[in-house]
């Protein structure tokens, strides 16, 4: 039998491997999301979240030291606030704990790119990402909100400001009261298609974050739908979004590839604590390789089309890619 084409003459050992592969991972392309909690050298264990914790600001130093040596290309921050009420003023609290994280990890590492998740739900004690007016969510006022928990993100030092809350028309508003303040150098991810996914479970309780009450699907993306996604990153993409995002990403491939398709901005994927979780779950019951199977999945939401990954495994990933560096897998 003879055979014109034999694709497997490029598989056939490591270095031909390497030479044809189509998509790549490096450490920089990795965005290490932090839990930021109250106290003084704290490292709580998160018991929904494998080998993920609490930190306090001064571990929180630490282990972005830790990621910065690593190249890690940002780290994004989380507060765990204690002290909530119904219209999340801590969130925007010049002392607050994310503002005061951001100013030590700015001192330590000025070069180290921070990010900050802006959303009301850890400081409400209903648990919304908005503020509740009677039964309703209220869009408007809570982006008035979301706009002073920006801008005293950006005093603090934050480079990257990421409002994950799917308030219509936010990201406008926070970039007109980011410039207003002086802040125009500072860059919004915009949470573009965030959908209502049960993937979000570890986070919530990570963040004690859980609506008290109903749901937030009014606010946040049926799963069922991609084209709702398009238009909502035209949305953002107009209202001055440099970066727009996916979030779940391994449910949601299919609208990080559409949504590569149809824009030129560059585009983020969370790979989400559900998705984590599961992935140490069943590789703690000796089902499947934790470290293949973190890798399989970091390459397939690259290979998707985003061009950065939000991943509670990137330092373990950005460990094993520097051990590649001069090796081939």
């Known amino acids: 039998m003879e055979l014109t084409h034999r694709p497997r003459r490029l598989r056939r050992n490591a270095p031909i491997r390497s030479l044809v592969r189509e998509t790549l991972l490096a450490p920089q392309q990795l965005i290490y999301p932090l839990f930021v909690a109250e106290g003084k050298g704290l490292r709580e264990p998160i018991s929904t979240m494998p080998g993920q914790h609490r930190l306090s600001v001064d571990e929180l130093v630490k282990e972005c030291q830790m990621a910065y040596e690593l190249g ?23 002392q607050g704990l994310v503002q005061r994280a951001i100013r030590a990890i700015k001192t330590a590492l000025p070069d180290l790119c921070v990010q900050t998740d802006v959303a009301l739900d850890p400081y409400t004690i209903h648990g919304h990402d ?22 005293s993100h950006a005093e603090a030092g934050a480079d990257w400001i990421a409002p994950s809350d ?20 500072v860059s919004i991810l915009a949470y573009t298609a965030k959908y209502a996914s049960c993937f979000y479970g570890p986070f919530r309780g990570a963040l004690d974050s859980a609506p008290k009450k109903g749901d937030k699907k009014t606010y946040q993306i049926d799963p069922a739908n991609w084209r709702e996604a398009l238009r909502e990153a035209e949305l953002d993409i107009s209202e001055g979004a440099d970066v727009i995002m996916v979030k779940p990403a391994l449910g949601y491939l299919d609208v990080v590839t559409r949504l590569r398709e149809a824009f030129d901005l560059p585009i983020a ?54 051990q590649q560096v001069h090796s081939f897998s």
């Open 72 to 94: 890690i290309g940002a780290v994004n921050l989380f507060g765990y606030s204690t002290e909530k009420d119904d219209k999340a003023t801590k969130a925007y609290d010049p």
């Open 166 to 185: 799917m308030m219509d028309g936010r990201v406008g508003a926070i970039r007109e009261a980011l410039d207003a303040s002086g802040f125009e150098q």
């Open 130 to 151: 908005g503020l509740v007016v009677g039964e309703e969510i209220v869009n408007d006022e809570t982006i008035e909100v979301l706009c002073r928990m920006a801008v």
């Open 269 to 322: 994927a969370y790979n989400v604590s559900g998705e984590y979780a599961m992935i140490c779950a069943a590789a703690e019951k000796g089902w499947i390789d934790q470290e293949r199977a973190m890798m399989e999945a970091l390459l397939s939401i690259r290979r998707a089309g985003a061009d950065m990954v939000l991943t509670y495994f990137a330092p373990a990933a950005a460990r094993l890619l520097q």
